[in-house]
Structure formats: structure tokens, C-alpha cells
């Protein structure tokens, strides 16, 4: 593959590092730049980098400059966490920054930065790249926590996520540099040939622990236990636009790739006839989703701020997604992924309705939002809509991937597992109830109707309207297998 | 091989002598240039095995990176009244870290370390390292995506040390 080619395969990388380069420089060149047009280029970028991203989609597997993985799995989800990261991008262009505009631009670059570490996250084998996306990402996103340094609860969060994150980022490279020493490569497709040489011939414990390390950094990725202490508290502090993109373009992100990561180094023992020696794993996998399911759902259940209840929510929905990955096989696989996809289409609509009203009634309490959907109607239905996808209720995707989820654990023996998700199931149907009841109930104060937010009314409404129109599930378990065998090691 | 045993007591006597002189010297601004003479003491010792990359690290990040900063962190933050005796105190770390020190040189003593002069001449790095980094096939792509993942870093640190913009910059 010439230089030439290999650009236009990484044409979304690059639109992406070029553009974050443009926003950087745009309030430098214009001076009299308005406030939204670094936003509005960032836009632009995205839009650009997911069209080139559905061109890839079709043009089959490549390794593009040594390391980088152009396959359907990296496309699918990198295209997923830009257009999520877009979501993020026009919630941040409709929100106000009290002090003028500070914190814009730097918001703009700082979620473009994320995205493209997020992408070389996702499209690769090579542990050294995974592992500078995977830091890419958390760097954006602690800065991004803390970007409204004026907002003591801001500051306090960006301190936390920080904290945490280097911690976790630190134990997932000292399993890493063990999974070199194991496999003598980096590539994970190798080392995963080794790692079954290895445990055929008995060694567990050399396996045992960079799997415990590489645990202990995606899971503070995906806020699952025990490594979510961080989640509500971060959620909490920062604003919605951010917690868009942490709840959803972070997440899908760190699930995606821990999905490779499993697929490439575990899957190879498991083809090999290892599926007793790898037994234990799924089971430390299985009950880290039950407790991370019912931690997150109960802990959901009490909260009175939207924020928290949207992070205690999240770590739930996490905890889902791993019961699609501890059945380590190509169905449970692409269970996940359906999940995942389904997940961050209805998280995008639910924290887009979140924003829109908090800024409606001027707080984050849940009390604040009375009388909401009665004057804004089409946001409350949507609202309602999106809530019964999170729960899993029918006529939504929501429905069907849950289900999908559930028969496979309980294919798979995992029937206690079924268990612990119906009744985390209920528990999340509890606590959406919470959130949809006061928007329907009279409302004690009058509000003064500010602007109409257009753009935040129209991306709930279409979110609301794409969980209605996957109930015909086809396309997204189309999408998730595919993606699920580009990975190919099943 | 004469050469080289000069240039191994020298850099080891500056290494260790340099330590010893951080350790127990009253001032801390002259225990962080006896520092200074350790780390450059421990950059030659890598030159002298012929790790030059190593070496080039050595002085950019320890002796211009973190030393600069403890100066900075020492001269911005003056010590506040009676400086502790350094003296009984240094004493006290020595005592606790030699278990450790006999121990690794014990742990050396005992293994054996091969014939000397079998040992292959030592060639440069820095020539393999850069055209590593800058083969297309190579580390090329994290290479610059880590100039980018620092440039976001260096965004958000300046971003959040700024002090705020005046207030009538608002619409």
C-alpha cells in the first residue's frame, strides 16, 4: 500500500487531527469570531470524518501503516462515537458559558481530541496504539470534566476522573507490558496465538493477571465495578454536553475495544479447546455484570439529581453490556454490540432531553422538572419513548436488545445471571418512572420561555423516533454481526 | 579497557558522590545541583555501556525536566522557619534503605555474569530509534498521534491554570 493510499484509508484520522488543528487556531485567525463558529467547524469535521467512515464500512479489512486496523468492527463503532461525539458537540453549541465564552473552543478541540483517540482506540491490534487512544480519550475527557473551572463541583470532578483514570490507565500498562513479556509481540492477534500455547501447557497465573490489569482499565473506562466509584460524582460535576459525550462516545468507545481486546487475545484458547481453563474468567466476568447491574440500579433508584441519576444509570447499563462479553463467544459478542449500538442511541436522546430540560427549568433536580412535558410535549413523549428503550420495553430496539442479550446468557447457562437482569430490569423501569412522572404533573410555577432550542428539541425527537424504527431489529443484528465476525477469531 | 574503567569510576563516583551530597547537604538548593551532578553522573554510566539514547533521555528528562521543576517548586516555595537538622534524618533513610542495598548487592554477587569479552561491541541506538519512528510502517502513526494527544493535554492544562477572562467579555 502506497503513502497515497494509506492517507486516503485514514482520510477520517486525518480530517479529524486537521480539523481539531483548525478550531485551535480559528479564534486566533478571526478575532471578531462569533462564539458558535468553532463549534460549527468542529461540526463540520465530524460530519466529514463520519462520511468517510460509512465509505470504510464497504471497503473490507485492512492494516493501514503497520498499525492501524481498518475492519468493520473499528468502522462500525468508530462512525457510532462520532456521531455521538456530534450529539455532544451541538448540545455544547446550544449551551451557554456564563463568563462569555470561555471554555468554547477549547471544549470544541478538546472533544475532537477524544474522538480521535477514541478512533485509534478502536482500530487497532497493536497494544502500544490501543494503549495511546485509550489515554488519548481519558486525557480529553478529564479536561473536558473540569473545562467549567468556575463551577466548584466542575473542578472537583476533573480532580476525581483524573485521579482515578491515571491510576487505571497505569495498572492497564503494567498488564500490558506483562502481555508483551507473554507474547514477545504486540500485537494482540499474536499474542493471543501464544496465550493459548501457554495455557494448554498449564500456566494460568501468566494469563490470570494481565487479565486482572487489563480489567482494572476498562473498567474505570466503562464505570464497572469495583472501579465506578468515580461515575456519579464525575457525571455530577460536569456539564451535560460532556456527560453526553462520557455517557456515550467514551463508553462505547472503552466497550468496543474491550470487545477486540477479548476477541483477539482470549478467543484463540477458547478455538483451541481451552474453554475449561477459561471457565473462571467468565465467571469473574459474569458476576462483575450482576453486581455492577444491581449496584447501578438500585444506587439509581434515591437520586434526586438528574446528573447522578444519568451516571448511576450509565454504570447499570455497563454492567448489561457485560453479560454479552462474560459468555466469551461469538453470540455473546454480538449481543454486546447490539447492545451497545442500541445503548448509545437511546443515551443520546435521553441526555439531549436531560439538557433540554434542565435549561427549560434552570436546575438539575428532579423536582425542578414538573409541568415540563405538559409545555414541551414533544420533548416529554420522546422522553418517554427513549426511558422505555433504557428499560427495555416494546415498541423500542431497547426491547429487543435486551432480549437478545438475556436469551444468549441464558443459552449459555448463565441462567442466575438472567435472573439478576430482570430484576435489575424492574428496578430500572422503577427509576425511569421517577424521571417521566413529574414532567406530566401540574406545574407549580410559571417558567419564562427562553430560547426554543431547536437543534437539542430536534436530535431527542429523531433519537426517540430511530429507538421507534429499530423495533424492525434486523439492520442493527446485521450491523453487530458483521462486526462481531471482522474480528474473526470465532 | 583502561579507558573505560577511568570513565566508570569517574561517572559512578559522580553518580553516588552526587547522591550522597543531595542526601546529607543542609541546603536544598545545593542538594538539588549535587542531584544534578548524580543524574549526569548516571547518563555516562549508560554512555559508557553504550546506551547513547538512553543516555540523551537521561540528561533531557531527568536532569532538564524534573530537576528544573524541583528548582522551580524550591524557589517558589521558600522553606519556612528552622530548617530540620538534615544530618540524623539522612542517617535514619540510610539505615532503612541498606537492608535493600545488601540485599541487591548480595542478589549481584551471586550470579554470574558471563565472559566479559564475549560480549558483542555496542552500537548507537538513537539511528535505529529515529528511523523506527519514522518509518511509514513503523511507529509513524502513534508517533504524531502522540504529539496530538499531548497537544490536548497541554490545551487542557493551560486552559485550567489560566486565570478568567474579565467579566465584561460577555455578550
Redesign the interface.
Known amino acids: 500500500m502506497s ?1 497515497l493510499d ?1 492517507l486516503l484509508w485514514l482520510m477520517p484520522e486525518a480530517i479529524l ?1 486537521l480539523g ?1 488543528c483548525v478550531v ?1 487556531a480559528w479564534d486566533l485567525v478571526f478575532k471578531k469570531a462569533r ?1 458558535w463558529e468553532s463549534g460549527a467547524v468542529g461540526l463540520t469535521c465530524l460530519a466529514g470524518a463520519s462520511f468517510f467512515l460509512f465509505q470504510r464500512l464497504g471497503w473490507g479489512e485492512a492494516d493501514v ?4 486496523r481498518v475492519d468493520f468492527h473499528g468502522t462500525l463503532f468508530q462512525l457510532a462515537v462520532a456521531l455521538s461525539a456530534a450529539a455532544a458537540l451541538i448540545l455544547e453549541m446550544a449551551d451557554r458559558h ?6 468554547r473552543t ?1 471544549t470544541v ?2 472533544l475532537m ?2 474522538v ?2 477514541a478512533f ?1 482506540l478502536l482500530g487497532t491490534w ?1 497494544l ?2 490501543l494503549y ?2 485509550f ?2 480519550l481519558g ?2 475527557v ?3 470534566v ?2 467549567r ?2 463551577e466548584k463541583d466542575s473542578a472537583e470532578a ?1 480532580v476525581k476522573a483524573l485521579v482515578y483514570g491515571a491510576l487505571s490507565s497505569g495498572l492497564m500498562l503494567y498488564g500490558i507490558s506483562l502481555l508483551y513479556g507473554l507474547g514477545g509481540s504486540l500485537d494482540l492477534r499474536e499474542i493471543g496465538l501464544e496465550t493459548a500455547r501457554v495455557l494448554a501447557s498449564g500456566h494460568v497465573v501468566e494469563v490470570a493477571v494481565p487479565f486482572l490489569l487489563l480489567l482494572a482499565g476498562f473498567g474505570f473506562k466503562l464505570a464497572f465495578l469495583p472501579f465506578h466509584f468515580w461515575a456519579p460524582d464525575v457525571y455530577q460535576g460536569s456539564s451535560t454536553p460532556v456527560l453526553s459525550f462520557l455517557a456515550v462516545a467514551s463508553k462505547v468507545a472503552g466497550a468496543a475495544a474491550f470487545l477486540r481486546v477479548l476477541a483477539g487475545w482470549l478467543a484463540a484458547g477458547l478455538d483451541g479447546g481451552l474453554g475449561e481453563v477459561l471457565a473462571p474468567t467468565i465467571w469473574i466476568l459474569a458476576a462483575i455484570a450482576a453486581a455492577t447491574m444491581l449496584l447501578g440500579s438500585l444506587a439509581a433508584l434515591k437520586q434526586k439529581n438528574l446528573h447522578r441519576l444519568l451516571g448511576w444509570s450509565s454504570v447499570a447499563q455497563g454492567g448489561f453490556f457485560l453479560i454479552g462479553v462474560a459468555l466469551l463467544g461469538r453470540y455473546g459478542f454480538e449481543a454486546a454490540s447490539a447492545y451497545l449500538l442500541v445503548y448509545g442511541l437511546t443515551m443520546i436522546g435521553i441526555v439531549a432531553a436531560a439538557f433540554f430540560l434542565s435549561r427549560k427549568s434552570g436546575g438539575l433536580q428532579l423536582r425542578t422538572l414538573r409541568g415540563l412535558g405538559r409545555t414541551h410535549p414533544w420533548v416529554g413523549v420522546s422522553l418517554v419513548i427513549l426511558l422505555a428503550s433504557l428499560v427495555g420495553l416494546p415498541p423500542t430496539a431497547g426491547f429487543f436488545a435486551k432480549w437478545l442479550l438475556l436469551v444468549r446468557a441464558w443459552e449459555g447457562g448463565l441462567g442466575w445471571l438472567v435472573m439478576v437482569a430482570g430484576l435489575s430490569t424492574i428496578l430500572t423501569l422503577v427509576y425511569a418512572l421517577r424521571l417521566a412522572r413529574p414532567l406530566f404533573l401540574e406545574s407549580e410555577t410559571d417558567r419564562p420561555s427562553g430560547s426554543n432550542l431547536w437543534p437539542v428539541q430536534a436530535l431527542v425527537v429523531g433519537a426517540a423516533a430511530g429507538v421507534v424504527a429499530l423495533f424492525h431489529f434486523t439492520p442493527v443484528l446485521d450491523l453487530a454481526r458483521k462486526s462481531v465476525e471482522s474480528l474473526r477469531f470465532f | 579497557m583502561t579507558g573505560e574503567v577511568l570513565a566508570f569510576s569517574l561517572f559512578s563516583a559522580m553518580a553516588v558522590g552526587g547522591a550522597g551530597l543531595a542526601l546529607f547537604h543542609r541546603s536544598a538548593i545545593h542538594s538539588a545541583f549535587a542531584l544534578l551532578a548524580s543524574f549526569l553522573g548516571v547518563a555516562g554510566l549508560y554512555l559508557n555501556l553504550g546506551a547513547d539514547f538512553l543516555a540523551v533521555t537521561q540528561v533531557l528528562l531527568y536532569a532538564g525536566g524534573i530537576l528544573v521543576l524541583y528548582l522551580f517548586g524550591l524557589m517558589l516555595v521558600p522553606p519556612e522557619g528552622e530548617a530540620p537538622r538534615p544530618g540524623r534524618r539522612a542517617l535514619a533513610l540510610v539505615l532503612a534503605a541498606a537492608p535493600v542495598a545488601i540485599f541487591l548487592i548480595a542478589f549481584l554477587a551471586r550470579s554470574s555474569w558471563g565472559d566479559p569479552s564475549r560480549l558483542p561491541e555496542p552500537e548507537g541506538t538513537v539511528r535505529g530509534i529515529g528511523l523506527a519512528l519514522l ?8 508517533f504524531e ?2 504529539s ?2 499531548l ?3 497541554l ?3 493551560v ?2 491554570a489560566r486565570r ?2 474579565p ?1 465584561d ?3
Open positions: 503513502a494509506s487531527a481539531a485551535l462564539p501503516l503497520g498499525m492501524v456564563p463568563p462569555g465564552r470561555e471554555g477549547e478541540f478538546l481530541a477524544g480521535l483517540g485509534f497493536n502500544m496504539m495511546l487512544g489515554e488519548g486525557l480529553a478529564y479536561a473536558l473540569a473545562v473551572k468556575w476533573g | 518509518t511509514p510502517d513503523g511507529w509513524l502513526v502513534p498521534y502522540a496530538i494527544l497537544l490536548a493535554a490545551v487542557g492544562a486552559h485550567l478568567s477572562a467579566k467579555d460577555s455578550p
